[in-house]
């Protein structure tokens, strides 16, 4: 159905439905400038000014026996990157302090395969412990893990699990296929039956259409999710995907924005891809609805300059 500009600005404070965010992901133009209007006033009802910083560590690199097409430590990839065993608590702990110096408040320990062995489980559960006793809010990225495994981090202090499910299901199939959407879904339904925070989102610029990414949006939203993490591609050459070209920062701040307006309540924060894809449109992540980031480097690729982003942050008046 057809939406007048002005209906744009109205109920600000009400999710929206998929009808209307198909609509929406059709404006180009200045219109996307209504869009965002929209959006700063659901992140302003919903989130205030404040703004929610994380940071990761790429505890475990390379060797995956997944075939995800866009990740360079995948079974498919020939990218040049640095390949490593689990790393020692003190590398990890030294990662930690470092984002607590930067204001972070969540810190994520990233490993890579399917997920870790007995020994490794054990000692990330250590790592978890003295996170915590640092005062920092302990995340982690393992792989499909089971309730077993969810709960031995918890009982260690594990706030939050984080899990992608990348895309829509219908388009799963194109990204990867030595594991299943529905084996995403069933470690998102493990860790939050076990009261753990869920942080779950996505990549985008994979070859998705606009309805598979409202797709995404409307299961994470059936999910209950607290934090969506919006990452855009960084073709890494050695990848199948490395070929593929970046989104226009509209492109990508309309993504923001739309899943906003979706999910009023959660926690939007732009993750992997912000330097390369949004370039000087940098500082408009906020007002087209996001109130978090993901500070510092990525997992093979370089984030910006944590204290250009917190310069940033302070410049638009925002808090942390």
């Known amino acids: 159905m057809p939406y007048k500009k002005e209906e744009l600005l109205l109920g600000a404070d009400v999710p929206i439905d998929k ?18 209007t929209l959006s700063n006033r659901m992140r302003l009802s919903f989130k205030g000014n404040k703004i929610d910083l994380c940071s990761i560590v790429n505890a475990k690199s390379g060797a995956c026996p997944e075939d995800c097409f866009f990740c360079a430590q995948s079974s498919r990839s020939k990218a040049d990157i640095k390949v490593y065993p689990l790393l020692d608590k003190g590398r990890i702990l030294e990662a930690a302090i ?49 309730y077993t495994e969810l709960e031995q981090l918890k009982d260690a202090g594990l706030h939050r699990y984080h899990h992608n499910l990348e895309t829509s299901e219908a388009f799963f199939r194109e990204i990867c296929t030595t594991h299943t ?4 879904l069933r470690t998102i339904e493990a860790a939050r039956s076990l009261g753990l925070s869920i942080c779950s989102g996505g990549i985008f610029g994979l070859g998705e259409l606009w309805e ?50 979706i999910l009023p309540q959660c926690e939007i924060r732009v993750c992997g891809g912000r330097p390369s894809t949004l370039r000087e449109l940098h500082p408009y992540i906020f007002l087209a609805g996001a109130d978090g980031l993901l500070l510092g480097n990525y997992l093979t690729t370089a984030g910006r300059n944590p204290q250009d982003d917190l310069q940033m942050i302070k410049d638009l008046g925002l808090e942390l």
């Open 181 to 184: 959407y529905k084996e995403k």
């Open 19 to 36: 009808e209307f965010a198909l609509y929406l992901s059709g404006l180009n133009n200045t219109d996307v400038f209504e869009l965002f």
């Open 212 to 261: 598979d990414r409202i797709d995404m949006a409307v299961a994470l939203k059936g999910l209950g999710v607290d934090s969506i993490p919006i990452n855009f591609l960084t073709p890494i050459k050695g990848t199948p995907f490395g070929d593929r070209d970046l989104l226009s920062p509209l492109e990508a701040l309309k993504i923001i924005a739309i899943y906003r307006l």
């Open 98 to 146: 470092a984002a607590k110096e930067n204001g972070v408040k969540r810190f994520c320990i990233v490993t890579s395969g399917k997920k870790p062995s007995k020994r490794e489980m054990d000692e990330i559960c250590i790592f978890i412990s003295e996170i915590k006793a640092l005062g920092l809010l302990p995340c982690a990225t393992l792989g499909m893990l089971n």
